[in-house]
């Protein structure tokens, strides 16, 4: 595996879906990666990344755009709301939004800051309760606030309970999106990009598939 052979395989399952090939963005998620392998898939000219934790994207990614142009980075995890200034500087999209309290203070920095990431609301659309994300039943109350407070909400992400069929949440994530009117999807990752695709997914996050097993012993 690596870059190439997803980028490949990417390109078959748009084709499979009668999609336009490069209508999915590939979101390469460099979570706990040592920093060769990051670099490797910056040579091959990836610039889109994704991580799940403030810090640790605070911790690498500056020093690669001192070395890379045109680098997007995507929060991929849970956003407390004192990281939420940190991230508007680091991210250009966030994938977490999930609570009124969060989509408050986003609505704040970017009314003072002039910006704001691209934003996708996180959906719990398995209602697991260890999960972020809204319920499924609260979505389209949550989403209605957040256009309320004028958020640029590009769409909905969701991520499927590791020991059920995934197509089932991508489909109904794909449902809540569509009768809200948001056309983003990021859904899909190493075991099930190809399914995303095929339900929609405009955004998928692949980590271990691009980069190699995480080690995070
Ligand atoms: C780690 C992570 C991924 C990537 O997982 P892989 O199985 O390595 O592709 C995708 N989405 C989120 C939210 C993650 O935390």
Redesign the pocket.
């Known amino acids: 595996m690596g870059l190439s052979d997803i980028t490949d395989r990417v390109h078959a399952a748009e084709d499979k879906a009668g999609r336009a090939k490069g209508s999915t963005r590939l979101i390469a ?1 460099s ?1 706990v990666q040592p920093l060769e392998r990051v670099t490797k898939v910056l040579d091959e000219g990836h610039r889109i990344f ?1 991580e ?1 934790r403030v810090q640790e994207a605070a911790g690498k990614w500056p020093d690669f755009r001192k070395q890379y142009d045109d680098i997007e980075l995507h929060l ?2 849970p956003l407390q709301t004192n990281k939420a200034r940190q991230a508007f500087e680091l991210f250009q999209a966030i994938h977490s939004v999930d609570r009124p309290k969060l989509a408050k203070t986003i609505a704040r920095l970017a009314q003072e800051t002039g910006h704001c990431p691209e934003l996708f609301i996180q959906i719990n659309t398995g209602e697991e309760e260890q999960k972020a994300g809204v319920m499924p039943a609260d979505a389209d109350a949550f989403i209605s606030q957040c256009k309320a407070l004028d958020l640029p909400i590009s769409g909905l992400m969701c ?1 499927p309970p590791v020991d059920e069929a995934p197509s089932l949440h991508f489909a109904l994530l794909a449902k809540i999106a569509k009768r809200n009117g948001l056309d983003g999807l990021s859904m899909g ?3 099930d990009f190809e399914e995303a695709i095929a339900h929609g997914a405009t955004h998928i ?5 691009i980069f190699g097993e ?1 080690d995070y012993g």
């Open positions: 998620v979570k994704g799940n991929i995890g991520i990752m190493s075991s996050r692949v980590g271990s598939a995480r």
